[in-house]
């Protein structure tokens, strides 16, 4: 999905000339690059469920680098190991001591390519790095860069061979996301001007990871009025009651709802929440938290969770 389409103006605000950067090259896909950089802003960690082939891999390279981070792509199989991710400590008989050598989870941005394709062990490495920003190697704890983001990727339709994330390591995302086909009109574009060098090359980034640091910052301040809290918790609870579900929403599920709200309000230029952060970010934040009830007739957990979460956003009262 790859496409050099226009360059930013230096006096857009930091958050739009993101935009405009990534959005140059992604076509079509605006609420998805504001989602992941809400995301990225919120400190979380985002899941892209998607098929093969429609710029999960290109989302999270032009994000890295249009920010100027250190992007690291990471591919999940099933014989690797947690040391492949982590590093490794070493003895060295000259020093007669252990070193350890820092593995690809060193970095500001990681890509987990396939992630559903490690063993729960490999996954399980992720777990101290996405909720602590650190590694643990015999006893020794490294902390990781800042700002930090995993970017795990999986086939929501290849099942062979693959290991479906637990409900701990669900839950320690803070969005899933989906990019689905470009239109016709941005397909011919693709089809038109397709370049593999322009990530290489072309794109600059447009801030450092100082601004990142900064941004986020910012983001915790955004206002968030004391109804939208009661919002946030009624829709969460909202899911613990329903009998389309039989797992709801988890403290950790609203805590991060209002966290997304906050940078998703700053990501379009307001420094106060409202209500429709919240119904937009509903579904990314809360679908993947929850368990589908087969008995109400739902189909298994990941698809049919967004239409029971959409169902209840839009029972809860929307407060004034």
Do not use: W
């Not at 589908?292 to 004034?320: F, H, K, L, S």
Request: some cysteine; aromatic content about 6%.
């Amino acid at each position: 999905m790859l496409l050099k389409r226009q360059i930013q103006a230096p006096s857009r605000s930091p958050v739009a000339r993101v935009l405009d950067s990534a959005g140059g090259i992604i076509l079509g896909k605006e609420n998805q690059i504001r989602l992941a950089l809400a995301c990225l802003l919120a400190r979380g960690h985002l899941l892209i469920e998607d098929l093969p082939g429609v710029g999960k891999t290109t989302l999270a390279h032009v994000l890295a680098k249009s920010l100027g981070l250190q992007f690291q792509r990471i591919q999940f199989t099933s014989d690797m190991l947690p040391a492949d991710i982590i590093g490794v400590a070493v003895y060295e008989r000259e020093s007669g001591g252990f070193r350890f050598y820092p593995g690809p989870i060193f970095a500001q941005v990681i890509l987990a390519d396939e992630v559903n394709r490690a063993t729960p062990k490999t996954q399980s490495a992720l777990l101290e790095a996405m909720n602590e920003g650190q590694v643990t190697v015999e006893k020794r704890t490294f902390l990781l860069p800042r700002p930090f983001m995993v970017i795990a990727t999986q086939n929501p339709v290849e099942f062979q061979g693959t290991f479906p994330l637990p409900e701990s390591q669900m839950d320690r995302f803070m969005m899933r996301i989906r990019l689905g086909y470009p239109s016709q009109a941005d397909e011919k574009e693709i089809l038109r001007a397709y370049s593999e060098e322009v990530i290489k090359d072309g794109l600059m980034p447009v801030l450092s990871a100082d601004d990142v640091l900064a941004l986020q910052e910012e983001a915790m301040r955004v206002r968030v009025d004391e109804s939208l809290m009661e919002y946030i918790i009624s829709i969460a609870d909202a899911t613990r009651r329903s009998d389309n579900l039989a797992l709801g929403v988890s403290p950790r599920g609203t805590l991060f709802l209002q966290k997304a709200a906050r940078a998703m309000a700053m990501v379009m230029g307001r420094d106060y929440c409202t209500p429709d952060d919240i119904k937009e970010l509903a579904v990314p934040v809360l679908s993947h938290r929850v368990m589908v009830n087969a008995r109400g007739g739902y189909g298994r957990r990941g698809i049919d969770a967004e239409d029971v979460v959409r169902d209840i956003v839009e029972t809860v009262e929307v407060p004034v």
